[in-house]
């Protein structure tokens, strides 16, 4: 496959089919168009379908309503770029060498040679678009040495998608991570949100019934510095038990349409979060009603879920513990839903653990891929039997996670690994070498440490973890005692 991409690329830039695989599709039966959309940092517990009381997310539940509900979904790791990149390629995050988030000057970017699930979808004749955030690469604009945009994965369509850096803290037209972006919408303030909920509706009417579609929504709520439309806001400001925080000083005015207005650090009901999960339901709905006028509702599969947990600066992620670039279970732990009206049982819940990077080998399982073919040999195992109900079980496997760090994360994760195997986890903190053992069905909240109890299971669990490490080439820091 690596000689093929390298022989061929010239070739196959000219004619426009994918470089990764070559297939023929004139015969083969009508596919579902795929709508994967990805929030960001949004914590577990935050939707209605997750227990959410204060939140409001009717479109979203309706979708978990009718489809499959995850309780043991997990990211591929506890920040941005690595789940990003492990979705893009089927691979663990040290496969790829991109194991924290990427600055906007980063000299790392996600290797073209890997075949991106976008590339994946066009050797099946898909149209393929990617509307939001990319978080893949350096910008050039921001003294990166080299910028690997989307389209250089696969992408036919690249829209309202970063160039400088990613969304944080902007949230209203001109947009700082991409100043070429003009206005779109009607008003004198475009909410970021609301712009990629309509580029979505847009890119759905564009399409034809020549080629089955596959858009990847990529929001950049609910991210960090989280700031909702005044009118939205002050709805939740008004529901009883809604959090409060003061304006940053930055914005003493406390202008609603400047960054860090009052109430956005409320970590607990958090009105602006809530009104940006709000916008995003919206656009949900929306793309469900575009689907069913266009006659397309049928036969399109949807997937919900985030990139990690939320952060605890603006959000609780109880019952699970802690958030955003911990390793506990509210730093790795996410919403995922996923519905397909032609395949998928409605209503139903699976505990099963799975991961970012069993996307890709899912979608070849669906679409007739075969791995072999592909540049890279995905680690993730194909749910695919798991969604359509042919199956109720995975082949039994552990998940791990690797986060060096040389300091503390800003948020407070640490330097650390963990696996999970079965109802079992274990987390090793490189900055101390303590160890922490934790049975997940007993005790979500991670609140007993029973690594004294069980000295037999966590000699079991760091030969595996080891084990793993020396596979997937993780370069493990120097360990404190």
Known sequence: MKVLKSNLILSLAVTGVAPALLYSCAEEPQKPNVIFILTDDLGYSELGCYGNSFN??????????????????????????PTRAALMTGLFPPRTGIIDYLRPDDTKHLNEDYTSLAEVFKSKGYHTGIIGKWHQTGYTRAGA??????????????????NEGIANGTWFHPYHFNKDIEKLLAGSKEFLVDRLNEEALRFIDRQNDEKPFFLYLSHYAVHTQVQGKPEDVEYFRNKPGAGVSAPSPNNPENDPYKKWPADYRANKNNPHLAAQLRDIDRGVGAILH???????????????????????NVTTNAPLRDGKSSQYEGGIRIAKIVYFPAMIPQGKVIDEPVVTYDYLPTFCDMLGVHKKDLYQQPDGFSLWSLWTGKSESLKERALYWHYPLDKPHFLGGRSSAAIRSGDWKLMQFYDSGALELYNLKEDIGETNNLVLQHPDIVKDLMAKLNAWREDVGAVVPEIQN
Do not use: C, M, W
């Open 56 to 81: 409001e997310t009717p479109n979203i539940d309706k979708l978990a309503e009718n489809g499959i509900r995850f309780t043991n979904a997990y990211s591929a790791q506890t920040v941005s770029s």
């Open 145 to 162: 040495p080299y910028e690997s945009s989307p389209d250089k994965h696969g992408f036919d369509e690249v829209i309202v998608s970063e």
């Open 290 to 312: 575009k689907l069913k006028e266009k006659g397309l509702l049928e036969n399109t599969l949807i997937v919900f879920t985030s990139d990690n947990g939320g952060e605890t």
